[in-house]
């Protein structure tokens, strides 16, 4: 941590201090804002001046390297040469959590929270809550070090990062955020469509943070649909024909599946396997759940509902509670009999239903 309370209970940002400074520090005591252990200092000559935990500590702010450290200082002091009021480090005693950067935009609060090291889905998700329970608005910006890049367009998210995707409002492109201690570049990748679990497309754009405001980080931006279609076609032909791994169990009983139904993956129509942007709220990749949709409704039914598809893949389903950074109610079945009518297979009427369009010879 960069900064800790001294025995008389002030904050000392000893990552602001000069090296003289500090060696007249180093016969005091200090403790951490959040759990009040003791703390010692570290002020090595390669690394940024800071607070450390003792190591069996259990405080949850234990284990901050350098990288970490590094971050969100350069993102506090970018803010403060904007002229906001920004607070570092700052504990909300009504939750037990700090922030690690705290942001007063008129009535607007925002935490910024800036996540470099592995954790839970369920930590994630916790701290994102406690923050909306209070009023608010956590925006997770994840290091540089997590960032897997495949392509000029296309990026690797685990599944333990999909909690940090970010969603505004219902018109804004799914986003998630990135920044790089030592390089000094923010990264934002937007308008993501996900081509399986984890692999996805989308506008991937980074600056110098010095170059950036911090309102111009969240202006909308899309990717280029030529160059998805072009990324689509190569990656469809080798999906095709790269064998499985013994491994992949959830793949090899989708295609004993269509073994049992008499077909195989190259049988499939072109439509299934398209990538959608809410893919994540599926366990499973995309083309098991569109083959489904394709070999038990579209090919045995001329009219079918938008609950029969939902009760077909009932088992697939994440809940969007455990996504609490997305404001969409867009539906991934939805999302993608939506792209099914634009190519013409279905045709969608009354409310929630789907007549299949034949082809007559």
């Not at 234990?62 to 971050?71: M, V």
């Not at 969100?72 to 002091?77: E, G, S």
């Not at 679990?197 to 170059?211: A, C, H, Q, R, Y």
Request: a positive charge; one cysteine or more; glycine letters at 4%.
């Amino acid at each position: 941590m960069l900064q800790a309370f001294n025995q008389h209970g002030e904050l000392v940002p000893i990552w602001k201090m000069t090296r003289q400074e500090i060696e007249q520090r180093y016969k005091e005591s200090f403790y951490c804002p959040s759990c009040r252990e003791q703390v010692i200092i570290k002020a090595g000559i390669k690394n940024t001046p800071h607070f450390a935990h003792q190591q069996k500590s259990e405080c949850v702010q234990t284990g901050e390297g350098s990288y970490h450290e590094n971050g969100k200082k350069d993102m506090f002091n970018w803010l403060q040469s904007q002229g906001y009021h920004v607070k570092l480090e700052y504990y909300h005693p009504q939750i037990n959590q700090r922030s690690d950067i705290f942001l007063q935009l008129g009535k607007k609060q925002i935490a910024i929270e800036y996540q470099c090291a592995k954790i839970s889905k369920q930590e994630a998700l916790m701290r994102t809550k406690g923050y909306q329970s209070i009023g608010i608005i956590p925006i997770w910006i994840l290091g540089a070090n997590k960032l897997y890049r495949l392509h000029q367009h296309s990026l690797k998210i685990s599944t333990n990062d999909h909690p940090f995707l970010h969603q505004f409002h219902k018109d804004y492109p799914l986003s998630i955020f990135y920044y790089c201690p030592d390089t000094k570049r923010m990264i934002v990748y937007q308008d993501i469509l996900f081509f399986t679990k984890t692999k996805t497309f989308g506008n991937l754009m980074s600056w110098k943070l010095g170059t950036l405001k911090w309102r111009e980080l969240f202006l909308p931006r899309y990717h280029d649909k030529s160059a998805l279609q072009m990324y689509w076609t190569k990656h469809k032909k080798k999906w095709l024909y790269q064998p499985i791994s013994y491994y992949q169990k959830q793949e090899k009983a989708w295609r004993h599946w269509l073994y049992i139904h008499q077909t195989n993956i190259q049988n499939l129509p072109n439509y299934v396997y398209l990538p959608i942007s809410s893919q994540f709220l599926f366990n499973c990749t995309p083309w098991i759940w569109q083959s489904r949709i394709y070999m038990d409704l579209i090919l045995a039914f001329d009219y079918f509902t938008l609950s029969q598809v939902s009760h077909l893949l009932q088992e697939h389903y994440i809940s969007s509670d455990l996504f609490p950074l997305i404001t969409t109610t867009y539906h991934p079945v939805q999302e993608y009999l939506h792209l099914l009518v634009q190519l013409g297979i279905l045709k969608m009427v009354e409310k929630n239903g789907y007549i299949v369009k034949r082809t007559t010879v």
